[in-house]
Nanobody
Framework: QVQLVESGGRMVQAGGSLRLSCAAS????????MGWFRQAPGKEREFVTT????????YYADSVKGRFTISRDNAKNTVYLQMNRLKPEDTAVYYC??????????????????WGQGTQVTVSS
């Protein structure tokens, strides 16, 4: 089992940048694929990006492609989400999640067994 704790969310102006972190407990972090999802008020949780266990493959939602970058440091049991050129529509609670299928690119919430508590990102116009 793994526990996930996100941090780094805050209010930022449109066009600004933020880096979110997700710290994981447990010795098996390096075997998990990791994902970031977000949920805006009144909307369903949506896929943002994912990275395989080795960091060799990543995948992004069209809405963030070219602006967001996912990375991981397995030595630190941490996954990051660098968010640039933020827009008001990026406002949401951001969640990190872990999938035991470490080598697969997965975009569905049901494929992720472990979730963090979320961190709020608010982008003002």
């Amino acid at each position: 089992q793994v526990q996930l704790v996100e941090s780094g969310g805050r209010m930022v102006q449109a066009g600004g940048s933020l880096r979110l972190s997700c710290a994981a407990s447990g010795r098996t972090f390096s075997s998990y694929a990791m994902g970031w999802f977000r949920q805006a008020p009144g909307k369903e949780r949506e896929f943002v990006t994912t990275i395989t266990w080795s960091g060799g493959s990543t995948y992004y939602a069209d809405s963030v492609k070219g602006r967001f970058t996912i990375s991981r440091d397995n030595a630190k049991n941490t996954v990051y989400l660098q968010m640039n050129r933020l827009k008001p529509e990026d406002t949401a609670v951001y969640y990190c999640a872990a999938s035991t299928r470490g080598s697969l690119i997965q975009t569905m919430t049901s494929r992720y067994a472990y979730w963090g508590q979320g961190t709020q990102v608010t982008v003002s116009s």
